[in-house]
Every structure is written in structure tokens, then in C-alpha cells.
């Protein structure tokens, strides 16, 4: 259906737009759908955003309340129990919700949301930004699967979360 309209030759935004208000696709399926369009016809590679750049992504649930998720990220000892060894420079910090930072003193940085899921349990969402290519994106992706996976078992194992 996209091919037949010459979907190739518009923007990211434009084949959403067209899946949303011409096939009434709901807005995050909408940019779903569009990303691996994209990707399948060459557009852009895994990880790479429609702009040339790439990124990495992971999310987890987490049974522990918003706050104390967002202080995983935020809490430097807590941070460094399940994220040792990394450098991070906190740019904005805004609880129980975002918190950005530079990354290992640059030019990377991660965007991270948290969202409450009920009152014991969260979901947070890391976003790693301005990679330099697929590969940094594949292994970042699969770090950060494995990193949420520690902060996981560690937060919901220890009573005190600190």
C-alpha cells in the first residue's frame, strides 16, 4: 500500500501522518509501521534514525514504585550498584519522571522515562543517543537489555533499594 503511493519518496513524518489520518492507524503504530517500512526498503538501517544519526533502546518493568526507579538512575551509589564503571553527567533530572545525562564524557547521552505502572512497579525506558553507527547501536542495545536486567534483579531482590 505504501509502495503504490511512492511512499519512498516522503518524509519519516509524512508516512505516518498518511498510516494515521488515511488508514486510521493509531499514532504509535503509525510510527511503527513507518520505522520498518523505512528499514525495509533501505530507507535506514536498525538503530539509525531517518536523519542519518543512530540510537539505542531498551525498556524493562520494574516491581519497585516510579520514585525509587528514577532514584536508580539519579543516586549515584545507587547507580553505581547496577551501572558500575560508567561515567554519566547528569544534564536534567526531573522526579520520579526524566532523567538525562552525557555519557561516559561524550559526545553520547541517555534519555530516560519512567512511567508508573499502579503504585509497585515502573517501567523505565532508556533511550542512548547520537551513536556513531549500527554497530555502537547494536552493542548499546544489547548492553542496556543487559544492565536493566541487573538493575531488575538487584532492585526487586533488596528491600531497601539503596
Known amino acids: 500500500m505504501l509502495d503504490a503511493a511512492s511512499a519512498t519518496e516522503w518524509t519519516h513524518t509524512r508516512i505516518a501522518r498518511h498510516l494515521a489520518t488515511e488508514h486510521e492507524v493509531p499514532g504509535?503504530?503509525?510510527?511503527?509501521?513507518?520505522?520498518?517500512?523505512?528499514?525495509?526498503?533501505?530507507?535506514?538501517?536498525?538503530g539509525q534514525r531517518r536523519g542519518g544519526g543512530f540510537?539505542?533502546?531498551?525498556?524493562?518493568?520494574?516491581?519497585?514504585?516510579?520514585?525509587?526507579?528514577?532514584?536508580?538512575?539519579?543516586?549515584?551509589?545507587?547507580?553505581?550498584?547496577?551501572?558500575?564503571?560508567?561515567?554519566?553527567?547528569v544534564r536534567t533530572a526531573t522526579a520520579p519522571r526524566i532523567f538525562r545525562a552525557d555519557w561516559a564524557g561524550g559526545p553520547t547521552r541517555i534519555v530516560v522515562g519512567i512511567d508508573a505502572v499502579g503504585e509497585s512497579k515502573a517501567r523505565v525506558n532508556v533511550l542512548h543517543e547520537k551513536l556513531t553507527g549500527a554497530e555502537q547501536a547494536a552493542e548499546l542495545?544489547?548492553?542496556?537489555?543487559?544492565?536493566?536486567?541487573?538493575?531488575?534483579?538487584?532492585?526487586?531482590t533488596d528491600g531497601d533499594h539503596r
Open 28 to 46: 504509535w503504530w503509525a510510527q511503527t509501521i513507518t520505522v520498518g517500512y523505512e528499514q525495509s526498503r533501505g530507507l535506514r538501517a536498525p
Open 141 to 156: 542495545k544489547a548492553y542496556w537489555r543487559d544492565r536493566l536486567a541487573a538493575l531488575k534483579v538487584l532492585f526487586e
Open 55 to 89: 540510537e539505542a533502546s531498551a525498556s524493562r518493568t520494574v516491581a519497585v514504585p516510579a520514585l525509587r526507579l528514577f532514584e536508580a538512575f539519579a543516586d549515584e551509589t545507587a547507580r553505581a550498584r547496577w551501572l558500575p564503571d560508567v561515567e554519566v553527567r
